[in-house]
């Protein structure tokens, strides 16, 4: 799936794409971007639904509503949901591999039993500011979490956060505003960051052996007339990601080795946080939306807000990392 240049366009299998033109000014050419739409599987409502996972043994996708304070469950086979509630808000929610699940909760990393519903805490987070709260969060290659926590005084406060053998914690990048996306190639030699506060996807060389990150560089700079900032994010099979537009009412595939934009997909709500790869053959992705940071907008428009959505790509995802504990 590409950008195509001239008359002939082909289009992903089974897709009917609507087609925008932009003009590429530094080619002097019109560039056709592919615009995909997505569709509605769960009309949730929530608040901040954030950090989709598709978990392929369950064959469900887990999410959480981070100012609902809710893990949330879709299984598509039958549309049955399930839902668990916290009294912190929760930032994140990643599989394990016994079966359990690691939650960023506000103060720190729990480990949850979905068949009982228990969480118990693993570690606090060190952030000066006690009112910083976890936010976005995944697992690497080798089954490291890494998580970042987002200012409660949008300053320079945050950190990002490795979490090892269940209790090691360690500070990975400090001086964080809004800890988001994260995403590592197939070949686990790059690490993708977001920290929202900025318009930039962020790459590094990482190393999976110690969880080291070096020679930080801006992959990816959104520019002025770009719809909306990054949030979270995933990675396709191609080495593309995929960035939900905060305010910009899409998800967009981008490519990080040269920082263009290929294709987007249409969302009818205004905030979408973010997206991941899922379905038997990891080719449909999962994208969460919100309803909160609407001020002055007629929410009348976007019915939708807070709302799951999907749509079937010609790509396909990387399968999920589990946390080793």
Known sequence: M???????????RNL??????????????????????????????????????????????????????KLHRYRPSDGKTAEYSFEQKIGCALPAEDGSWVLGLADGFYRFDPKSGCATLMVHTKDENPS???????????????????????????????????????????????????????E???????????????????????????????????????????????IDSEGMLWIGHWGGWQVGRWN?????????????VHNVTSCAFGGEQLDELYITTTTTGNDGMDMSEQPLAGGLFKVKLDVKGLPVHRAKL
């Open 132 to 186: 910083n709260r976890l936010n976005d969060g995944k697992c690497d290659p080798t089954g490291r979490i890494w998580a970042g926590t987002m200012s409660s005084k949008w300053q320079r406060d945050g950190n990002l956060y490795t979490l090892e053998t269940g209790t090691e914690l360690s500070v990975r990048l400090p001086g964080v505003v809004c800890s988001n996306g994260l995403a590592w190639n197939a």
């Open 16 to 69: 009917v794409p609507l087609i925008a033109v932009r003009i590429n000014h530094d080619m002097g050419v019109a560039a056709i971007l592919l615009t995909l739409q997505a569709e509605c599987v769960f009309e949730g409502k929530n608040v901040l639904g954030e950090g989709p996972v598709w978990d392929e043994l369950l064959k469900e996708v887990f999410w959480v509503d981070i100012e609902g304070r």
């Open 2 to 12: 590409q950008v195509l240049f001239g008359c002939c366009l082909f289009f992903p």
């Open 256 to 268: 990080p080795h040269t920082g263009e934009k290929l294709a987007m997909v249409e969302i009818p």
């Open 188 to 234: 686990a030699t790059m690490m993708y960051y977001i920290d929202s506060y900025e318009r930039i996807v962020h790459a590094f060389d990482y190393d999976s052996t110690t969880g080291n990150i070096t020679n930080q560089r801006a992959a990816i700079i959104f520019s002025e007339n770009e719809q909306g900032g990054p949030d979270g994010m995933s």
